[in-house]
């Protein structure tokens, strides 16, 4: 498991190819397709998730896009839209948002797509 500890600030894409634990404040998506992204409780990420499971004890906003769950624990602060087949949002956890998990396919197709467009232009 990757950790990305509290006192680093990302700006710009996070891909992993591993579990990811976020300490810290990411501002851009983070791709993990193959794994999990949990947001720790000092955690802040703005923009995309896109993991097989994402659990948030921290703060979000923007799209997060599981394969298979995503759980908002209590304490936690999310905004945004959440894609995912499985939803669990706990008491004590903020959530303002919707949840569409009927549009998997398409939001993974879009974030692949997105991918290769910022891939091709860094070339």
Known sequence: ???VGKSIVVTGEV???EHLSVECRV???ILCEGGTVTIGESGVVNGDVVALDITVFGRSSGQLIATEMVDIRP???V????????FILHNGAS???RVDPLRLDAALSVVRFQRKQRDSKAV
């Open 27 to 29: 501002d851009g998506p």
């Open 95 to 97: 959530f303002n948002g």
């Open 15 to 17: 891909r992993s190819t």
């Open 75 to 77: 304490g936690a602060v």
């Open 1 to 3: 498991m990757a950790l």
């Open 79 to 86: 905004t945004g839209v959440v894609i995912a087949p499985g």
